[in-house]
């Protein structure tokens, strides 16, 4: 029962993590219809800021500063690079951000070494929160999961409920109207984007201490988000939450299975057969807990390729 | 940035003897870019050492080595093809260590290409893939594993542990599911009974994709484990380190590459208490060991980490051969160096290393040491390091030729 408890607080926290990185990917997808391949890499430039300045700064202001410079980098890789390869199609600005992101993660390399750097999750903060059958829980995967919700709900709330919402909604539909009624579309989109970044580059500042803060890290997480983004519906924010969660706890859920085909087998009778085949029969799930996020993409995929909470358009 | 400087020497040499026709040519084929480039990197940094030395010492027939590196991204595809470059350039004495995976590609294109060219054999020096099969079923005349492997890694580290009373009763295995991870598994299933203990539970999990590890340290935990034994390296042994430090797991680790830089660091007070087998310890080798800090600290500006030291003395392995073979017209005649490989014997700073030409697997000391405070040589720049606990001789550490491997010799 502890275990089962356990499992489910790490699946949902690890799902919120996962969320606060795809929220902007998400975001500037549907807003700007830009799939930004070096989304991850704000989330590793927040982390590396934090790194940098928490030395200076503490670690709260570290996380801050680290979250709007992240976010700044972003406005300005929309003002000066992505806005003048739009007019030339989706394509070239795939192309951009996926040589962006090699550009970041070399850069990084360059500046901070090959390997992971030393940075920590503060004394203060480095506690359990609860322990439950002889396990403690650690304090700040809590601080992780509550600063996901707490920007789920203002990004939401942001989005439907303020002028400024309506403004970036319709900015998607109808552009050249918007423009028209005297707004100006091009500001509303580097806020978009820079947001976005700004979003990843807390998450990055905030796991990175917890996880690692490698060269590697953005590479590791860039292919999850993409999948929460698929399976979630592009564009989808209540999709990328549900799909987020539903990953966390797959994945988790999966570790503690120790099941295999073979077993489901054994119960029509035909055990030794499949133990006899092997292979694919004989595989425990547990070993394929980080694989299965793909299966639930593919089976997303074929089912409902819009996503889950995705427009059909 | 002094590794620019250092860079730039092997290039400088490369230039200042390429007039000569018949120097001895070594590649290096290692992942030298994308995100396990790390770790290719500190294999390279060893080559080159012992490069460097080698040439101090006078080089091969009054020429220096060469040193030509080339990049295979961290994959088989890119190994494969970098090695046929290398083959063309020339090179005759190819050099990889980082994952078995590459490791098991060249030694099968090394076999294959020496089938269809007599006379222009390559050899491989294997400095790092540890997978059995290299050295069993796949084992072959023209390869040398100058590294250890599972089978003796997790013997020497079990009877090390339980000498410092560091071994529970009960062991959970947590392995890489690959190659290397399962021969490890089954290397922690077999020294079961060595070691007094029960494996309580066995996990094999997908290699450096797990960003998470915390549901794995919960089932550690509620295994009740008191020991656990792990060949992880990289990402998936830091974040498993952290994920047991956040979770207040008890469990004492068993680990292969613990001293792969970053990983103290991060892992912070929870390293304390956790023991690695390695190839060396300057703590542990008295003055030679000293010496050869203060060798490498002045060639490359920081004292040897991770793998670096096991590389340099395989490539001492290379020298020795390289010095007992004699040029036939001018050139390496790469059977005949191979054949003084076989009966190739080195002094490390840890005691006599040498190569078993039954199987080409090299028999060299190892030594288990644990994370403390009052290490000698700090890592990371934190306050702990690794202090010795014992050390075994290339006889205490060695296991038997594996009965899989049929060494064909050319006539």
Known sequence: MDTLLFSLLNGVIYGLLLFMVSAGLTLVFGMMGVLNFAHASFYMLGAYF??????????????????????????????????????????????????????????????????????????????????????????????????????????????TRTRVGIIVRSAIYRPRMVEALGHNVQFVFMGVFGVGAALAGLAGAIAG????????????????????????GLGSLAGAMLASLLIGLLTSLAVGIDHSLADLLGLLGARAWAEGVGGLLTLKLSSLASTLPFALMLLVLLLRPQGLLGDKS | MSSFRLAALPAALLIASAAHADAVKIGLLETLSGPQASTGQTFRAGVRFAIDKMNAAGGWNGQPVQLV???????????????????????????QGASSAIGGQITEDVRKHNLRNPGKEIVYINVGAEALELTGEKCNFHHFRVAPNAQVRTKVLVKGMKEANALGKKVYSINQNYSWGQDMEAAIVDNAAAGGYQVVEKTLHDTNKIQDFAPYIAKIGSSGAETVLTGNWSNDLLLMMKAAKGAGLKATFGTVFLDQPGNISNAGDTALGHFIVHAFNGEAG????????????????????????????????????LRRTKPEGGKLNVNAFARAMETARVKTPMGEASMRAADHQILMPLVVSTVTRDARYKVDGTDMGFKPVKVFSAEDAAMPVQASCKMQRPS
């Open chain 1, 209 to 232: 201490a917890f996880y690692t803060t490698s060269p590697n890290m953005a590479l590791e997480i860039g292919v999850m988000v993409f999948v929460v983004v698929v399976v979630g």
């Open chain 2, 286 to 321: 008295g003055a030679d060991g000293e010496r050869f800090v203060a060798d490498f600290s002045a060639k490359l500006g920081r004292p040897p980490v991770f793998v670096e030291p096991q590389t340099a003395f395989g490539l001492d392995m290379v020298a020795d051969a």
């Open chain 2, 69 to 95: 590196e080339y990049d295979n991204q961290g994959g088989p595809a890119g190994a494969s093809d970098k090695l046929k470059a290398a083959i063309a350039d020339g090179v005759q004495i190819v050099v």
């Open chain 1, 50 to 159: 934090a790194y940098t300045l928490q030395g200076v700064l503490g670690f709260g202001a570290a996380v801050v500063v680290a979250m709007l410079l992240a976010g700044g980098v972003g406005a300005v890789v929309e003002r000066f690079f992505l806005r003048r390869v739009h007019h030339h199609g989706h394509a070239h600005e795939l192309l951009l951000t996926f040589g962006l992101s090699f550009i970041v993660a070399e850069s990084i390399k360059l500046l901070f070494g090959n390997f992971p750097v030393n940075y920590q999750v503060p004394a203060a903060l480095d506690g359990s929160a609860f322990s439950l059958g002889g396990q403690q829980y650690p304090l700040y995967r809590l601080l992780m999961g509550g600063v996901a919700l707490a920007m789920f709900a203002l990004l939401y709330l942001l989005l």
